[in-house]
C-alpha cells in the first residue's frame, strides 16, 4: 500500500538534533538551553499552577531526604 522507504534528506536533517546535538554541546550550553526552556514553560503556567509544581518540588526533595514533615507544623 504505501512505500515505507525513508527519505534520505530527512534522515540527514534528523542527524542534526537530537542526542547527536547534544553529545556535542558542552554542559554550560546544555544548561542555558535548559534555562530558556523552562523560562518558556512557566510563562505559560498560572500562578497556581507554577504553585502546585513548586509544593511538588519540595516534597519530593523532603522524601529525598528521608525526612518527614508533620501535617501540624507550619514553619
Known sequence: MWDMAKNKAAEELGKLG???RAASLSSAQLSEIGKQGAKARSSKLS?????EIARKA???R???LGQTKRKDDNA
Do not use: F, P, T, Y
Open 62 to 64: 523532603i522524601a529525598k
Open 18 to 20: 537530537g542526542k547527536a
Open 47 to 51: 500562578a497556581a499552577e507554577r504553585s
Open 58 to 60: 519540595v516534597q519530593a
